[in-house]
C-alpha cells in the first residue's frame, strides 16, 4: 500500500528549500516523507562534514553544495534562487532539515496561501498551544519576537519559525546577506518591503529527542538574542 494520504494529490508547482548542514542521521527521512507530496525538494549542503550531502542525493533530492560551511542565511539564498531557476516553481517553502515541521502544516499553508491569494505565508507556533518549547527557549523566542518587529515594522507571532509558504513574486526580491541566526530577522524585513499581502498560519513544531540532544532548544534561543544584538 502507498503512503502518501496527508491530504492532496503531489504539488509539482510548490519546491521544498531545506538548508543542511550536518543532519545526515535525520535528512533521508524528512525528504522521503516530502517527495511523495513535493516532487522538488532541494537541499542545499552548507559544507557538511557527516556525508548529509550523499544522504540526500540518495534519498532523491536536488543538490546544491556550498563547499564551506557559509551559514543559513547563505544556504536559504542559494535554494530560493535555485528554486526560481525552474519555471514551474510557483511557491517555494522553506523547510528545515532536523525533523521539527510537520509536512502537514506546509501543505495546509499553501493551500491558505492559494484561497487567500497571499504572497507570503509565516508559520507560527504560537498561535495555538499545540507546541511546548519549554519556558527558557519561550522567553528568549518571545524577546526575539519583540526585536524583530520592531526592527522590521511586521507584527508577527513568531519570527523565527523556518516554515514559511513564499510566493515567486515575493521570493524573487529576497536577497539575504546575513548568515547566522540574523537572517531570519533579515527575511522578514525583505518580505515585508515588498508590499505584498501575508499572513500568519499555526504550526506545531516537533521537538524531538534528536533536536534536544544536539542542544538546540537552548542554544539557539541564545544564538538568536546574541546575533539580534550584535547585528
Not at 515541521?101 to 492559494?114: G, K, N, Q
Not at 510566493?167 to 524585513?189: F, G, N, P, S, Y
Not at 499572513?199 to 516537533?206: A, I, N, S
Amino acid at each position: 500500500m502507498s503512503e502518501t494520504p496527508i491530504g492532496s494529490e503531489a504539488d509539482s508547482t510548490a519546491w521544498i528549500v531545506i538548508p543542511l548542514y550536518n543532519e545526515a542521521s535525520v535528512i533521508g527521512d524528512v525528504i522521503t516523507s516530502l517527495l511523495p507530496h513535493f516532487p522538488h525538494v532541494v537541499c542545499v549542503d552548507d559544507g557538511s562534514t557527516d556525508g548529509s550531502a550523499e544522504v540526500a542525493a540518495r534519498k532523491g533530492a536536488h543538490l546544491v553544495k556550498h563547499p564551506v560551511n557559509l551559514g543559513q542565511g547563505a544556504a536559504l539564498q542559494t535554494g530560493i534562487e535555485y528554486a526560481l531557476a525552474h519555471g514551474s516553481c510557483e511557491y517555494i517553502v522553506t523547510f528545515d532539515a532536523d525533523g521539527q515541521h510537520r509536512i502537514e502544516d506546509a501543505i495546509e499553508m499553501l493551500e491558505f496561501a492559494r484561497t487567500e491569494d497571499v504572497a507570503i505565508v509565516f508559520g507560527s507556533r504560537f498561535l495555538d498551544d499545540r507546541t511546548n518549547p519549554g519556558w527558557i527557549k519561550k522567553v528568549v523566542l518571545k524577546t526575539a519576537i519583540r526585536v524583530t518587529n520592531l526592527t522590521t515594522g511586521m507584527k508577527l507571532t513568531d519570527a523565527h519559525n523556518g516554515l514559511r509558504v513564499i510566493r515567486r513574486d515575493a521570493a524573487a526580491k529576497i536577497d539575504l546577506k546575513q548568515d547566522r541566526m540574523a537572517h531570519a530577522t533579515e527575511i522578514v524585513l525583505e518580505l515585508g518591503r515588498t508590499g505584498l499581502p501575508w499572513r500568519e498560519h499555526p504550526v506545531e513544531l516537533l521537538y524531538t529527542d534528536y533536536s534536544k540532544s544536539k542542544g538546540q532548544s537552548v542554544l539557539n534561543s541564545v544564538n538568536i538574542l546574541v546575533d539580534l544584538v550584535v547585528r
